[in-house]
Every structure is written in C-alpha cells, then in structure tokens.
C-alpha cells in the first residue's frame, strides 16, 4: 500500500523559513517524479516543486528562488525547504508524486505564514 506522510508545517511570520517532509513507501520512491503540491482556502490545488528520479527539478514561477526541492533516496524522503517565506505561501502542503494519483494524497501539512 502506498502512503506518503507530510510533516513539518506550523505558523511562521513573513521571511521565516520552513522545511516540510514527505515519508514515502519504497513501492514508488525509487521510480517516480515527486513533487509537493499546496492548496490556499478557495483556491486549486497547484504544484510547486518537482523532483525526478533523477535529481532534476522544477518550480512555480511564484516560488523560484525561495523554496527548494531535494530527495533522500536512502530515507525514501522528499523535502521542501521554504525561505523567505510570504503571506501568500499560506495554504496546505501536499506530496504527491508526477503527476498526481488521486489515491496518493494524504492529510498535507498546513503552513501558515502571519504578516
């Protein structure tokens, strides 16, 4: 059974930093793009970062700059390193893997960001 199980979010003011982790299963670790997707009240959820199998990545236009994806193939872990964080970061934060199975999403890890 595959799960994929965020953590690391909380409350944090604008500039601050966060880093979120995603636990995977090793059934799609070692094959699979990830990428951490995020959903703000009223809004579609939207991918921010992706990751390949191959260390490649690739980033919302809204994000470049501040947050970094990065995998750990040996703890079958997907991170996303959040800096110079806004207001406008705010919403839940997911992993999925590339594109999405709707049966991979988990509870996400809520990120608040206060002005």
């Known amino acids: 059974q595959v799960q994929l199980v965020e953590s690391g979010g909380g409350l944090v003011q604008a500039g601050g930093s966060l880093r979120l982790s995603c636990a995977t299963s090793r059934i799609i670790f070692g094959i699979r793009s990830m990428g951490w997707y995020r959903q703000a009240p009223g809004k579609q959820r939207e991918l921010v970062a992706g990751i390949t199998s191959g260390g490649s990545t690739n980033y919302a236009d809204s994000v470049k700059g501040r947050f970094t994806i990065s995998r750990d193939n040996t703890l079958r872990t997907v991170y996303l390193q959040m800096n110079s964080l806004k207001p406008e970061d705010t919403a839940v934060y997911y992993c999925?893997?590339?594109?999405?199975?709707?049966?991979?999403w988990g509870q996400g890890t809520q990120v608040t960001v206060s002005s």
């Open positions: 999925n893997v590339r594109p999405p199975v709707y049966d991979y």
